[in-house]
């Protein structure tokens, strides 16, 4: 029996490792300038995960095979702990623990303790069942007005994020149901919801925030390589939470400002 | 210490509704618990069956049920997320075998107060009944997950499931926390007031030091978690704005203002957390007891067991911020939560060391009890170390609400809770039933089990980094993620055959308890105070003796000793504690 476990516990345990270390399944390829610190620290925690992982593991299914009762087996060792050993064993995983998320800690400051750079591109994401929209605020650099009486999510585009046309600085606001942004620029985003929580998560940037209803939250981040990612929803947010999907274009700088004022021409 | 006053004595009732349904006998209140929780977990898997097929063959028609839909799926997944959390989870380790066993552990005649306790388990039972008819209401049952975020818990038009479903949803885990709280107060009571003489609070099984934290913290948590469903029943009813702010739903402006959504997040985890380790205390406690039991050794480090447990319970109040990362709270104290998040995994990484101490250098007896704890262990490691990933805001950007999510705590308070259910009822099924279970059935649900359980939830993992999220009951409409569908259907079948395995469980479970072997007073050769009286024990537990203790709770391989264990209740001798 204590060899039937031993062969259950390794064959699982070895089986399980095997998938994280050759990453069958694994992290999209980043393309954010915070990705690359996000994947080390990853990296960092497998490793050390995985050490007590495999040793936690093989040393279980080694104690059970070879303390197994046998008419052979000594007498058990009649002891009641060892003072010492907790200690030792306490505070080795207190400061691995601790240290572990104290190295994460600045890249969670920069993501979302600093703000974002000077001439970020202005971008307001806005989430609601079942859909998201994008709004850049166009030259003078200021989001118009948005009134929720003027919410129409059947019109699509401004009458969905509720635009007051009433307002001059919503004038050159530019709605859009697909997001571009210029590469390795920062983006400045305020997030939005309209009616319940969503997030918004795009495994390729290492990028999610909820957008939560009555917040306006501001985060920033900077795509690095251009490409197509996708946004999923990432909050339970109704029956249609499955299909709220998206997509982000990263674009030259040249190819997004074409893009901007072609919106702005069809706008006009 | 106090001894049990004659007060808690009552006479052995006669007939059969006092005896059996209305009794104030903890053991049968305990079994009571037991069954409901058996009932319980079994819609729970028939629910999870359903998620799992319907992921794999979203169009499929299948008999009877006919085609589950988006919204059934989600109705499904809420539904059973709130019948394993508060009706398996909080219901057997604690209702259950805490009931049945905590009293005769440490000497007493019955629970503290009787009444209440007879009063919890059928306010439970209410609250059972009351959460299954949300299936069969206009509408159906909910779909805003089992932790019903609002607004889309709050507002009836959010969506299907969300008028009187969501309602009785509410109503339910309000009723389930009032019996939570009587529950509380008397397993706290109960340990402070009726050990035997002898019992000191060092000298208690690590069970009972588990159930007794436990009814601790259910007692600060519940009590939130029933103020927060209040004010959530009063937002959808009566108009008022606790948790939701100005929304349009449909292009229809709602009649709410000010409120904030993550107001409900901080009362929910604030329960929420606390119930994690409302779930698997008890499952330590019993794997503690099972792992030196069968090693015939003592528990390796009986006071950090106790300090660990202590110190699970304290943090575990303080670390709720680390399911709000990403809900737009500070991002300043996110850091602090994180922190003390780590350090729950300290006293967690404790137990775990003791555990493998206890069995160093013992003689382990493989039966099926010290199979499911070994089982225990091994899950907890897994589902444990995932969370040091989860506790670091900066990972949760990428894990938040993906299936490593779901991967980590079904693994850790799903099913390393449910192997401490399994190893309770495989260790103490002699001393409720008299009987012994079948041992062949008994391994071949071990083994499928375990192997079938991480064959489910270890995928959930690799998933989880690949970005796939949760709650989706179609992977088709995101590109990458009809990439890992392969990987959900290896997981449907995996669950589809442990789920099968449980027949195996089941029927061993009731052919036992009338066909198995006659179970002798202590078949396990074990030392706590269940196994000095009669099986199954008398109504008054102790057949009017009152057991006096002499010994700590683990006495095995003690040098000189007659046996190679001591029973608490044995003489003094000079050797063991």
Same mark, same amino acid.
């Given at each position: 029996?204590?060899?039937?476990?031993?062969?259950?516990? &390794?064959?699982?345990?070895?089986?399980?490792t095997y998938?994280?270390? /050759?990453k069958?399944?694994?992290?999209?390829?980043?393309a954010s300038?915070? /990705?690359?610190?996000?994947?080390?620290?990853?990296?960092?925690?497998?490793?050390?995960m995985?050490?007590i992982f495999?040793?936690?593991q093989?040393? !279980?299914?080694?104690?059970? &095979?070879?303390?197994?009762?046998k008419?052979?087996?000594?007498p058990v060792?009649y002891t009641?702990?060892?003072?010492?050993?907790?200690?030792?064993?306490?505070?080795?995983?207190?400061?691995?623990?601790?240290g572990l998320? !104290?190295m994460?800690?600045?890249?969670?400051?920069?993501?979302?303790?600093?703000?974002?750079?000077?001439g970020?591109?202005?971008?307001?994401v806005?989430?609601?069942?079942?859909a998201?929209?994008?709004?850049?605020p166009?030259?003078?650099?200021t989001?118009?007005a948005?009134s929720?009486?003027?919410?129409?999510?059947?019109?699509?585009?401004?009458?969905?994020?509720?635009l007051?046309?009433?307002d001059?600085?919503?004038?050159?606001?530019?709605?859009t149901?697909t997001?571009? !942004?210029p590469?390795?620029?920062?983006?400045d !985003?305020?997030?939005?919801?309209?009616?319940?929580i969503h997030s918004?998560?795009?495994?390729?940037?290492?990028?999610?925030?909820? /957008?939560?209803?009555?917040?306006?939250i501001?985060?920033?981040?900077?795509?690095?390589?251009?490409?197509d990612?996708?946004?999923?929803?990432?909050?339970?947010?109704?029956?249609?939470?499955?299909?709220?999907?998206?997509m982000v274009h990263?674009?030259?700088q040249?190819d997004?400002?074409k &893009?901007?004022?072609a919106?702005?021409?069809?706008?006009? | 210490?106090?001894?049990?006053?004659?007060v808690?004595?009552?006479?052995?009732?006669?007939?059969?509704?006092?005896?059996?349904i209305?009794?104030?006998?903890?053991?049968?209140?305990?079994?009571?618990y037991f069954?409901?929780?058996l009932?319980a977990?079994?819609?729970?898997?028939?629910?999870?069956?359903?998620?799992?097929?319907?992921?794999?063959?979203?169009?499929?028609?299948w008999?009877?049920i006919?085609?589950?839909?988006?919204?059934?799926y989600?109705?499904?997944?809420?539904?059973?997320?709130t019948?394993?959390?508060?009706?398996?989870?909080?219901?057997?380790?604690? +209702?259950?075998f805490?009931?049945?066993?905590l009293?005769?552990?440490i000497?007493?005649?019955d629970?503290?107060?009787?009444?209440?306790?007879?009063?919890s388990f059928?306010?439970?039972?209410? +609250?059972f009944?009351?959460?299954?008819?949300?299936?069969f209401?206009?509408?159906g049952a909910?779909?805003?997950?089992?932790?019903?975020?609002?607004?889309l818990? =709050?507002?009836?038009?959010?969506?299907?499931?969300?008028g009187?479903?969501?309602?009785?949803?509410?109503?339910?885990?309000?009723?389930?926390?009032?019996?939570?709280?009587?529950? =509380?107060?008397?397993?706290?009571t109960t340990?402070?007031?009726?050990?035997?003489?002898?019992?000191?609070?060092?000298?208690?099984?690590?069970?009972?030091?588990?159930?007794?934290?436990?009814a601790?913290l259910?007692?600060?948590a519940?009590g939130?978690?029933?103020?927060?469903?209040?004010?959530?029943?009063?937002?959808?009813?009566?108009?008022?704005?606790?948790y939701?702010?100005?929304i349009?739903?449909?292009g229809v402006?709602?009649?709410?203002?000010?409120?904030?959504?993550?107001?409900?997040?901080?009362?929910f985890?604030?329960?929420?957390?606390?119930?994690?380790?409302?779930?698997?205390?008890p499952?330590m406690?019993?794997?503690?007891q099972?792992?030196?039991?069968?090693s015939?050794?003592?528990?390796f480090?009986?006071? =950090?067991?106790?300090?660990?447990?202590?110190?699970i319970?304290?943090?575990?109040?303080?670390?709720?911020?680390?399911?709000?990362f990403m809900?737009?709270m500070?991002?300043?104290?996110?850091?602090?939560?994180?922190?003390?998040t780590?350090?729950?995994?300290?006293?967690?990484?404790?137990?775990?060391?003791?555990w493998?101490?206890?069995?160093?250098?013992?003689?382990?007896?493989?039966?099926?009890p010290?199979?499911?704890a070994?089982?225990?262990?091994?899950?907890?490691?897994?589902?444990?170390?995932?969370?040091?990933?989860?506790?670091?805001?900066?990972?949760?950007?990428q894990?938040?609400?993906t299936?490593?999510?779901?991967?980590?705590?079904?693994?850790?308070m799903?099913?390393?809770?449910?192997?401490?259910?399994?190893?309770?009822?495989y260790?103490?099924?002699?001393k409720?039933?008299?009987?012994?279970?079948?041992e062949?059935?008994?391994?071949?649900?071990?083994?499928?089990?375990?192997?079938?359980?991480?064959?489910?939830?270890?995928?959930?993992?690799?998933?989880?980094?690949?970005?796939q999220?949760r709650?989706?009951?179609?992977?088709?409409?995101?590109?990458?993620?009809?990439?890992?569908?392969?990987l959900?259907?290896?997981?449907?079948?995996?669950?589809?055959i442990?789920?099968?395995?449980?027949?195996i469980?089941?029927?061993?479970?009731?052919w036992?308890?009338?066909?198995?072997?006659?179970?002798?007073?202590?078949?396990?050769?074990?030392?706590?105070?269940?196994?000095?009286?009669?099986?199954?024990?008398?109504?008054d537990?102790?057949?009017?003796?009152?057991?006096?203790?002499?010994?700590?709770?683990?006495?095995y391989?003690?040098?000189?000793?007659?046996?190679?264990?001591?029973m608490?209740?044995?003489?003094?001798?000079?050797?063991?504690?």
């Amino acid at each position: 029996m204590g060899l039937a476990l031993l062969l259950l516990i &390794w064959l699982i345990t070895l089986t399980s490792t095997y998938f994280f270390a /050759a990453k069958t399944w694994w992290l999209p390829v980043g393309a954010s300038a915070a /990705a690359p610190w996000i994947d080390h620290q990853f990296a960092l925690t497998f490793v050390l995960m995985g050490i007590i992982f495999l040793a936690a593991q093989l040393g !279980l299914g080694y104690i059970v &095979w070879r303390y197994s009762a046998k008419p052979s087996s000594p007498p058990v060792a009649y002891t009641h702990g060892n003072t010492k050993l907790e200690i030792v064993w306490t505070a080795l995983t207190a400061i691995l623990f601790i240290g572990l998320t !104290l190295m994460g800690g600045n890249v969670w400051a920069s993501q979302r303790w600093d703000p974002p750079e000077n001439g970020a591109v202005k971008v307001e994401v806005t989430g609601m069942q079942f859909a998201w929209y994008f709004r850049y605020p166009g030259p003078d650099g200021t989001y118009g007005a948005t009134s929720p009486k003027l919410i129409d999510p059947s019109s699509g585009g401004e009458g969905a994020v509720g635009l007051n046309p009433s307002d001059p600085s919503s004038k050159d606001d530019v709605v859009t149901g697909t997001m571009y !942004l210029p590469v390795n620029r920062e983006v400045d !985003l305020s997030l939005r919801s309209i009616d319940v929580i969503h997030s918004f998560f795009v495994p390729s940037l290492r990028f999610k925030q909820d /957008a939560v209803p009555g917040l306006n939250i501001h985060m920033h981040l900077k795509p690095t390589a251009i490409g197509d990612y996708e946004i999923a929803c990432a909050e339970l947010c109704g029956l249609g939470h499955y299909k709220m999907h998206g997509m982000v274009h990263v674009v030259s700088q040249e190819d997004f400002d074409k &893009w901007l004022a072609a919106r702005e021409a069809e706008k006009q | 210490m106090a001894t049990a006053a004659p007060v808690h004595a009552h006479a052995a009732p006669q007939g059969f509704i006092r005896k059996y349904i209305f009794s104030l006998d903890h053991k049968v209140i305990g079994l009571q618990y037991f069954f409901l929780a058996l009932t319980a977990v079994f819609v729970g898997m028939f629910l999870s069956l359903l998620m799992r097929i319907h992921m794999i063959w979203p169009t499929q028609v299948w008999p009877i049920i006919g085609e589950i839909k988006p919204e059934t799926y989600l109705s499904l997944l809420t539904m059973h997320g709130t019948i394993m959390v508060f009706f398996v989870l909080t219901t057997a380790p604690q +209702g259950g075998f805490g009931n049945y066993m905590l009293p005769i552990q440490i000497g007493a005649p019955d629970m503290a107060f009787p009444v209440l306790n007879m009063l919890s388990f059928w306010t439970t039972f209410v +609250g059972f009944i009351v959460l299954l008819s949300a299936f069969f209401v206009a509408g159906g049952a909910p779909l805003h997950g089992w932790t019903g975020y609002p607004p889309l818990s =709050a507002v009836p038009s959010a969506g299907p499931g969300e008028g009187l479903g969501a309602d009785l949803w509410i109503t339910s885990i309000a009723i389930f926390c009032i019996a939570s709280l009587m529950g =509380a107060l008397n397993f706290i009571t109960t340990t402070l007031d009726l050990r035997a003489k002898g019992m000191t609070m060092m000298r208690m099984p690590l069970t009972c030091w588990s159930w007794f934290i436990t009814a601790i913290l259910g007692l600060l948590a519940f009590g939130v978690l029933l103020s927060a469903g209040i004010l959530l029943l009063l937002d959808r009813n009566l108009g008022t704005s606790f948790y939701v702010p100005l929304i349009v739903v449909n292009g229809v402006v709602m009649a709410h203002k000010g409120g904030s959504p993550l107001l409900w997040q901080h009362l929910f985890w604030f329960f929420g957390h606390p119930e994690v380790y409302i779930a698997i205390l008890p499952g330590m406690g019993v794997a503690s007891q099972v792992l030196s039991t069968f090693s015939r050794k003592p528990i390796f480090g009986y006071k =950090a067991m106790v300090y660990a447990m202590l110190a699970i319970g304290f943090f575990g109040f303080m670390v709720w911020g680390h399911h709000m990362f990403m809900s737009g709270m500070s991002p300043y104290s996110a850091f602090a939560f994180s922190i003390l998040t780590m350090c729950i995994g300290v006293p967690s990484a404790i137990k775990t060391f003791n555990w493998l101490g206890t069995m160093w250098r013992g003689r382990i007896r493989f039966q099926t009890p010290m199979l499911y704890a070994i089982g225990f262990v091994s899950l907890f490691v897994s589902g444990g170390l995932s969370g040091p990933f989860l506790a670091q805001p900066v990972l949760d950007i990428q894990l938040h609400d993906t299936y490593f999510v779901v991967g980590h705590f079904h693994l850790i308070m799903g099913v390393a809770a449910i192997f401490g259910i399994f190893a309770a009822t495989y260790y103490w099924f002699p001393k409720m039933f008299g009987r012994m279970m079948n041992e062949t059935l008994g391994r071949i649900h071990f083994f499928i089990t375990l192997a079938g359980t991480y064959a489910i939830f270890m995928p959930m993992h690799y998933l989880g980094l690949a970005g796939q999220t949760r709650r989706y009951s179609q992977f088709t409409e995101v590109a990458y993620q009809a990439k890992l569908i392969p990987l959900q259907t290896f997981m449907t079948y995996a669950a589809i055959i442990t789920i099968a395995a449980q027949f195996i469980f089941v029927f061993n479970l009731f052919w036992s308890m009338f066909k198995g072997p006659k179970a002798s007073d202590n078949p396990w050769e074990a030392t706590t105070l269940e196994w000095t009286t009669t099986t199954p024990p008398p109504h008054d537990n102790f057949g009017g003796r009152t057991p006096v203790v002499n010994h700590g709770p683990y006495e095995y391989g003690v040098p000189g000793a007659p046996r190679d264990y001591v029973m608490q209740t044995d003489p003094v001798t000079s050797t063991a504690h």
